[in-house]
């Protein structure tokens, strides 16, 4: 055989075994999509937090294997879009908050108010078994997973010209609040009079004087710049608003054990980034306020307790008939436990 011969046939055998291995190759490259619909600004964004903490962690533990592309400031659409886009298997992953609860009513439960007193009780309680099982049921019921919790954070009340120091305060104000009914019910129930409005719309109905009031946790007070037209705020934390990570199960399914784990673990470390970042966010936006001339109060522990008593029984008694009573009664043993002492 000549040498021209040989070269063919090594020159097509080579061909030949890389058509055979190709294929393989390029299964253990994956893209995963990462959307959504907050700033981009790690300054001020939590969610943009968590998707850069992830998306590095990733890449750093799985040698480049999985490229997490980062869409935000809604570039795939709103919240409802992007977990629509999730659940179909359009966008491989989504960070969202309030929306999930239409597409698992069950995610309610966390709105319970003066549920959790302290941000180490809502880990303690998230992180934990409840949390856990909550997870489970998300998927048992949508077809997505949750990978972690990150947070919202506790929702406060802030007013333009009455103070709030206890539900008495409250009554017959105009207060601006989500279109939801857990939030209406609650708003009712401490006596004032929830105002549904488009965020956009907030501060201009605040100015104007449409509204007297509106809730929101501190870090969307300075986003928004609230405090020019409101000069008080009560950190009453009447709610604690938790974000979820959620993947698509295809996605989820199509990754081998060892890149599983990197997902995993990455997406613990990003939401507990995300949670890191917003109480320091919060933290910083108390001090704004006070820069702001707002007066920031802190309810006592007795106020709190009546803020409890007016508010969380006719919130539970609602959602007693839109989801499972036993799994209220799940995470209020579950609170319980991690905050003994209450």
Same mark, same amino acid.
Not at 47 to 65: H, P, Q, Y
Not at 243 to 258: I, Q
Not at 292 to 308: C, L, M, S, W
């Given at each position: 055989?000549?040498?021209?011969?040989?070269?063919?046939?090594?020159?097509?055998?080579?061909?030949?075994?890389?058509?055979?291995?190709?294929?393989?190759?390029?299964?253990?490259?994956?893209?995963?999509?990462l959307?959504?619909?907050?700033?981009?600004?790690?300054?001020?964004?939590?969610?943009?937090?968590?998707?850069?903490?992830?998306?590095?962690?990733?890449?750093?533990?799985?040698?480049?294997?999985?490229?997490?592309?980062?869409?935000?400031?809604?570039?795939?659409?709103?919240?409802?879009?992007?977990?629509?886009g999730?659940?179909?298997?359009?966008?491989?992953?989504?960070?969202?908050?309030?929306v999930?609860?239409?597409?698992?009513?069950?995610?309610m439960?966390?709105?319970?108010?003066?549920?959790?007193?302290?941000?180490?009780?809502?880990?303690?309680?998230?992180?934990?078994?409840?949390?856990?099982?909550?997870?489970?049921?998300?998927?048992?019921?949508?077809?997505?997973?949750?990978?972690?919790?990150?947070?919202?954070?506790?929702?406060?009340?802030?007013?333009?010209?009455?103070?709030?120091?206890?539900?008495k305060?409250? =009554? !017959?104000? #105009? +207060?601006? @609040?989500?279109?939801?009914?857990?939030?209406? *019910?609650?708003?009712? &129930?401490?006596?004032?009079?929830?105002?549904?409005?488009?965020?956009?719309?907030?501060?201009?109905?605040?100015?104007?004087?449409?509204?007297d009031?509106?809730?929101?946790?501190?870090?969307?007070?300075?986003?928004?710049?609230?405090?020019?037209?409101?000069?008080?705020?009560?950190?009453?934390?009447?709610?604690?608003?938790?974000?979820?990570?959620v993947?698509?199960?295809?996605?989820?399914?199509?990754?081998?054990?060892?890149?599983?784990k990197?997902?995993?673990?990455?997406?613990?470390?990003?939401?507990?980034?995300?949670?890191?970042?917003?109480?320091?966010?919060?933290? =910083? !936006?108390? #001090? +704004?306020? @006070?820069?702001?001339?707002?007066?920031?109060? *802190?309810?006592?522990? &007795?106020?709190?307790?009546?803020?409890r008593?007016?508010?969380?029984?006719?919130?539970?008694?609602?959602?007693?008939?839109?989801?499972?009573?036993?799994?209220?009664?799940?995470?209020?043993?579950?609170?319980?436990?991690?905050?003994?002492?209450?």
């Amino acid at each position: 055989m000549n040498h021209s011969k040989r070269f063919l046939l090594a020159a097509t055998a080579f061909a030949a075994l890389c058509c055979a291995v190709s294929p393989a190759l390029a299964q253990n490259k994956f893209v995963l999509k990462l959307a959504h619909s907050d700033s981009v600004d790690l300054s001020t964004s939590r969610k943009a937090v968590m998707a850069d903490t992830f998306a590095k962690e990733v890449k750093a533990k799985s040698n480049g294997r999985i490229d997490v592309q980062i869409f935000g400031a809604g570039a795939l659409g709103g919240e409802r879009e992007l977990v629509e886009g999730v659940k179909n298997g359009f966008i491989q992953a989504g960070l969202a908050s309030g929306v999930v609860a239409n597409f698992y009513p069950s995610a309610m439960v966390t709105d319970i108010p003066y549920l959790f007193p302290s941000n180490d009780v809502a880990d303690q309680v998230m992180d934990g078994p409840f949390g856990q099982k909550l997870s489970e049921n998300f998927t048992a019921a949508t077809g997505m997973h949750n990978l972690c919790f990150g947070e919202v954070g506790f929702r406060h009340f802030s007013t333009g010209k009455t103070p709030v120091h206890s539900p008495k305060d409250l =009554n !017959g104000l #105009k +207060i601006r @609040v989500q279109e939801t009914p857990v939030y209406v *019910t609650e708003m009712k &129930a401490l006596g004032a009079i929830p105002t549904p409005i488009a965020f956009p719309e907030t501060y201009t109905a605040l100015q104007t004087g449409v509204v007297d009031g509106q809730e929101n946790p501190v870090p969307t007070v300075i986003f928004a710049k609230l405090y020019e037209v409101q000069k008080h705020v009560t950190l009453d934390g009447h709610n604690y608003g938790v974000d979820w990570f959620v993947m698509s199960d295809k996605f989820y399914k199509s990754l081998p054990p060892d890149l599983l784990k990197v997902v995993n673990d990455a997406a613990k470390v990003a939401c507990a980034a995300e949670r890191k970042a917003n109480r320091e966010f919060t933290a =910083n !936006g108390n #001090k +704004i306020l @006070v820069e702001k001339g707002v007066t920031v109060y *802190t309810p006592t522990a &007795a106020e709190i307790d009546q803020f409890r008593a007016a508010a969380q029984p006719p919130v539970v008694e609602f959602l007693k008939t839109k989801i499972d009573p036993k799994l209220i009664d799940s995470i209020q043993a579950a609170v319980k436990e991690a905050n003994p002492k209450k």
